[in-house]
């Protein structure tokens, strides 16, 4: 049955406040927790901490007061619900498990996207960058078994495999590269601004994340890794929000945001396995219903449109975590010598990329090798999971 986020009422604005003890939820259990449930968890963290980003940089834009006093208020639940949702977050995980489970995050739900989108250039978008944070997933998987003495199976569950993707070395682009054309928002399919705003929101809080928790480890490496693949989120950020079309009124984007919000806590409702989780996802999507027919009045007025002309007659499929490991491993075998070259992609190194390279390498190997080296010093190997067998891409396991 289509589920039209627009013609269904939610709970008041004025009832969705909770007490502490309502935010004090149940963290799942670290050992037996769905995999899958935790991709879940941290993907909404991303977009409800992008919900309360957005609305404070258009509260800024924003000289009326009584605006800016109901944005607050909508803005204060966003914040309660970013609360609730992280806070499922078990304490006993490490911030290298969170890490960990992180780029999972990152890999399944960008393949899925990839899977899902029905423009071209987007596609290649999504599949470009996902073979990146692929590679990040077996970088830290090798920190993992080297400062922890654990093997990374014990959090992506064999769900998602973990070996060498474009190594990470070769992420490190000049900026002016890493800039995309967007949609053109006249003429693009409903569910493309999804995708969009989806990814680019989970890549930001990995960002986010991983430039505040960097530098609270000991260990050199761990310390260097960090660094090196913050740099790389900062700049898959601009890489997926390239995509959006900066023409988009503050007001689309705020609708845009809101019916985003509707569209993954349906799409987690209907998938999760937990059933305590789940009944969050139900909770706080009926409250966005609500922001959405907020944000939808605001969108008439000062937009001056019909909230039906620029958002889908109903919601897409659900988002849904499953395995991608035959995409990816067809993604590995195709494009994993791929660049970027202004808005489009390359295979050859060209003089802004080996001129980038020069410049941070400094004439020495970076962390996300060495991490590999010490590993294979230590161990005896490298980490890998390679569930449907030896790499596609050729790149074997050596001893
Ligand atoms: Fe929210
Ligand atoms: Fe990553
Ligand atoms: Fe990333
Ligand atoms: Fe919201």
Not at 246 to 265: D, I, R, T
Request: charged share 25%; hydrophobic share 35%; proline share 7%.
């Amino acid at each position: 049955m289509a589920f039209d986020p627009l013609q269904q009422r939610g709970i008041p604005l004025d009832e969705q406040l909770r007490d502490w003890r309502e935010l004090n939820v149940t963290p799942i259990d670290p050992d037996h927790a769905d995999p899958y449930t935790r991709c879940r968890i941290i993907t909404m963290n991303g977009i409800e901490v992008e919900a309360i980003l957005f609305s404070h940089q258009l509260a800024r834009h924003c000289p009326d007061l009584e605006i800016k006093q109901q944005l607050a208020r909508v803005r204060y639940i966003e914040a309660q619900q970013q609360k609730t949702v992280n806070w499922l977050l078990p304490g006993a995980s490490s911030v290298l498990e969170t890490t960990i489970a992180y780029e999972q995050v990152a890999v399944d739900l960008t393949a899925w996207v990839a899977r899902m989108e029905p423009d071209p250039y987007l596609r290649q978008a999504y599949q470009f960058g996902v073979l990146e944070d692929f590679d990040h997933l077996y970088r830290y998987a090798n920190l993992y078994e080297m400062i922890e003495h654990r093997k990374a199976e014990k959090i992506v569950d064999n769900l998602t495999e973990v070996m060498p993707g474009r190594p990470t070395y070769l992420h490190h682009r000049d900026p002016f590269d890493n800039v995309r054309r967007p949609y053109v928002r006249s003429v693009t399919e409903p569910l493309s601004r999804l995708h969009a705003l989806t990814i680019m929101s989970a890549e930001q809080q990995t960002m986010n994340f991983y430039m505040n928790v960097g530098p609270m480890y000991m260990e050199p490496i761990a310390r260097q890794l960090y660094q090196e693949i913050g740099m790389v989120e900062e700049e898959h950020v601009t890489h997926y929000e390239s995509l959006v079309d900066p023409g988009e009124s503050l007001w689309e984007q705020l609708l845009n945001h809101e019916y985003n919000e509707c569209y993954l806590y349906y799409s987690f409702m209907e998938t999760e396995s937990d059933p305590k989780v789940k009944n969050i996802w139900e909770l706080h999507l009926n409250m966005e219903l609500e922001h959405l027919r907020l944000a939808a009045e605001l969108f008439k007025r000062f937009d001056g449109r019909d909230p039906d002309q620029v958002l889908a007659p109903a919601l897409p499929p659900p988002v849904t975590f499953e395995p991608n490991k035959g995409y990816i491993r067809d993604l590995l075998a195709t494009q994993i010598d791929c660049t970027t070259l202004g808005t489009g992609y390359v295979r050859e190194a060209h003089e802004r990329f080996t001129r980038m390279q020069e410049a941070v390498m400094g004439g020495e190997k970076p962390a996300s090798e060495r991490v590999i080296d010490d590993n294979r010093a230590i161990s005896g190997r490298e980490y890998r999971l390679e569930t449907e067998g030896p790499h596609p891409a050729g790149l074997q396991l050596s001893s």
